[in-house]
């Protein structure tokens, strides 16, 4: 018997605030499935207002290379760092045009239960310009009180250190505690033990669109 809920979509989008928020959310997941279907991953800040950060676009790209997504696949936008909610008309239109050109059948986005302005902005524009489409939310634990995945992917071995290698791209946040290859791990584990599986990557529901189909 099959006990897991198969799911799949032709168009899948990650839409992240900064360089690094979609890897520590969702790394493995997408090394998991960027060779089945077409991954778009936007992040929609540069962060480059900040002289600290110079390079982290480019870390970012080279993450990206490192689960597979190829660099025609991987948008960065220019809207400032901590001033989203000062931009959330303009960022809504952005993701509405995204939406029409893209018109990906999962979103998965920032927890609601993320409390870093850009974050939260992210995710209240995303659910306005993606209705009628799924939408996910992944956790980017400096920032998150109160995530509690409640849907979890299973996810391989391999997509585990393709998700440390990736993170490991970033030499600008090496010695940040979230970028500890033992924690990246461990939350990797404890999803999995969430799930019953050695690993998982771990989202909670934003909205789940679905329909019942029985097998004739």
């Known amino acids: 018997m099959n006990r897991d809920m198969s799911f799949f979509g032709r168009r899948v ?19 998991h499935i960027v060779q089945h279907t077409e991954v778009l991953c936007v992040t929609l800040s540069d962060n480059q207002k ?22 025609q696949q991987v948008v960065v936008g220019t809207f400032e760092t901590r001033r989203f909610p000062h931009a959330r008309q303009e960022i809504l239109e952005y993701l509405i045009q995204l939406n029409r050109e893209f018109m990906p059948e999962i979103v998965f986005t920032h927890t609601r239960a993320d409390i870093h302005q850009d974050h939260a902005t992210v995710t209240e524009e995303v659910l306005r310009a993606f209705r009628g489409t799924t939408v996910l ?8 009180y109160g995530f509690f995945p409640n849907f979890l992917v299973e996810v391989t071995e391999e997509d585990v250190q393709k998700k440390l290698q990736a993170l490991a791209q970033y030499k600008t946040y090496e010695t940040k505690y979230y970028f500890n290859p033992d924690i990246t791990r461990s939350t990797l584990i404890r999803h999995g ?5 050695p690993y998982a990557e771990g989202f909670d529901t934003l909205r789940i669109i679905g329909v019942f189909a029985c097998s004739s």
Request: no cysteine.
């Open 193 to 197: 033990a969430l799930a019953e599986r």
């Open 13 to 31: 989008a990650f839409i992240g605030a900064h360089p690094d928020d979609i890897e520590i959310g969702a790394g493995a997941l997408i090394a």
């Open 137 to 144: 939310g992944f956790d980017v634990l400096r920032s998150s």
């Open 50 to 71: 900040n002289p600290d950060l110079k390079n982290v676009v480019h870390e970012h790209y080279r993450s990206m290379e490192v689960l597979g997504v190829p660099r």
